[in-house]
Structures are given as structure tokens and as C-alpha cells.
């Protein structure tokens, strides 16, 4: 039996603060399913590999993986399968930090310093993943932000964002153009879809059991179904299971 054989909808909504908050995560397995919400979040991978979504971007990720993305911006990170197996002894362990997109605008009023903030928030509303000596440097001061309170939290935390603004050491993630195009509501329909279809692969898919759990009929569950992206359900056992739900 895997982890995931009874789902659960988790809490989407992360610390509705007004300043930076810093979450150290050491699980079994990365648990949060596709969500999106008006904070900025830095992703630091310390531990655990799979496949992450950002936006419309598809891609594997390992121990290092650091990505900022801005407001209102899908994602998820995904374990490999293995991590879901009970008898393995994988961990999943990240820094992860969020922070409203204009706290930075709010420390001065110097219109260049506005300005190159509002450049970099811009480009964050693409997801960036960050490399090479930059990476090094932002490990060494995320270690340093997650023991940090007060005043010199807020020091790390703006020579963190120095560091990633000034750097070229990054890609970016979405295509160019990329807009977010669900709803809140659409993305916890689809986490319930994924959800179900990852717990019963191995079972059956009943496309009834599916579409009385987002209240709807089983015609309009399968409109629903064909008009979600391909790119969000990547793995080669989720397209089978929206496959079997779609022909059933």
C-alpha cells in the first residue's frame, strides 16, 4: 500500500503575514498538491527528488533545487513514487520562505531601488531557478534566515534578495507571455482530481466516484477534464488515469 491510499485536501493557503516567514519542512513525502497564492515563495530542496510544475514548465528536481516564484503563480512539487512506498526511508526536506511582493516596496523610497524590485518581482511571476555560485551563496544564507528572528532575520533576508536580484545565474521557468489561467476554485478541483487518480491507479477509476466529488455530472466532469492542460499531469500514470476516466 502506498502513502497516498486515502487522499486528503490539504490547506492551500499559506501564512496570510505581512512580513517574511520562513518554513522548515522534513516529511515522509512533499505533500502540498498544485496551489497558488499571492505571497512570493523561495523553494530550497535540501533533500528528496521528483518532478515540479511551475506555471506551464514541467521538470525533474533534486537535492539543490532553488526556485522563487511570484505571486498567484501555479506549482507543486512532486516526490518520485518511491518516496510513497511504506517501506522506504526517503525523507523530503526543504527551506521554504514566503513574503508579501511589495514588503521590499514598503522599506524605502528611493525610485531606482523601486524600480529594480519591481523588475525582479516581474520576473519571478515566471519562476526562476537559480545555479551555479549563486545557488552556493543563497544555501549558505537560507541556512543562516531559517535561524534568524527579529531585525536580523530581515538583514539575511534582504542580502538573500540582493543576492538573487543582482545575479544572471538563473532561468526562467513559464514560457514568456505565460498567465495563469484557473480560479482558486478550478485548482482544488483539479487537486481532487489528481489526488483520486493517483490513489487508485491501481485499482479502478470510476468516473461517477470522480464527478460526485467536484458535484458535478459525469458529462460535465469529462468537459471539465478535457479542458485541463496536458503539461499539469505529466507522469505516465496520471495521463493513464484521466485516460481511463475520460473513455469510461
Excluded at 13 to 34: A, G, R
Excluded at 51 to 74: W, Y
Excluded at 91 to 97: E, P
Excluded at 193 to 220: G, H, I, R
Aim: include cysteine.
Amino acid at each position: 500500500m502506498n502513502k497516498l491510499s486515502k487522499p486528503q485536501f490539504i490547506e492551500l493557503t499559506p501564512p496570510s503575514e505581512k512580513t517574511i516567514h520562513v518554513k522548515l519542512v522534513d516529511q515522509e513525502f512533499l505533500s502540498n498538491p498544485l496551489h497558488f497564492h499571492e505571497l512570493c515563495e523561495l523553494v530550497l530542496i535540501l533533500e528528496s527528488f521528483g518532478k515540479r510544475i511551475v506555471g506551464n514548465n514541467v521538470a525533474t528536481f533534486t537535492q539543490g533545487d532553488l526556485v522563487l516564484m511570484g505571486p498567484n503563480i501555479p506549482h507543486i512539487w512532486r516526490n518520485d513514487d518511491l518516496f510513497l512506498q511504506a517501506s522506504n526511508q526517503l525523507r523530503a526536506r526543504a527551506i521554504v520562505v514566503y513574503f508579501p511582493a511589495d514588503f521590499l516596496l514598503r522599506l524605502t523610497d528611493e525610485h531606482q531601488t523601486i524600480q529594480a524590485m519591481q523588475q525582479f518581482i516581474r520576473k519571478a511571476q515566471r519562476g526562476l531557478r537559480f545555479y551555479g555560485e549563486t545557488l552556493d551563496k543563497a544555501q549558505v544564507l537560507l541556512a543562516k534566515l531559517s535561524d534568524k528572528e527579529g531585525f536580523p532575520k530581515i538583514i539575511e533576508f534582504l542580502n538573500l534578495i540582493q543576492l538573487l536580484q543582482e545575479t544572471d545565474e538563473f532561468e526562467s521557468l513559464a514560457s514568456e507571455g505565460y498567465r495563469p489561467t484557473f480560479s482558486e476554485q478550478e485548482t482544488q478541483r483539479i487537486n481532487k482530481v489528481y489526488l483520486y487518480v493517483m490513489s487508485n491507479f491501481k485499482e479502478d477509476v470510476n468516473l461517477q466516484v470522480a464527478s460526485d466529488m467536484l458535484n458535478m455530472t459525469p458529462n460535465a466532469f469529462c468537459r471539465f477534464l478535457n479542458a485541463i492542460p496536458k503539461s499539469l499531469f505529466h507522469d505516465l500514470s496520471m495521463r493513464c488515469g484521466l485516460v481511463m476516466l475520460a473513455n469510461y
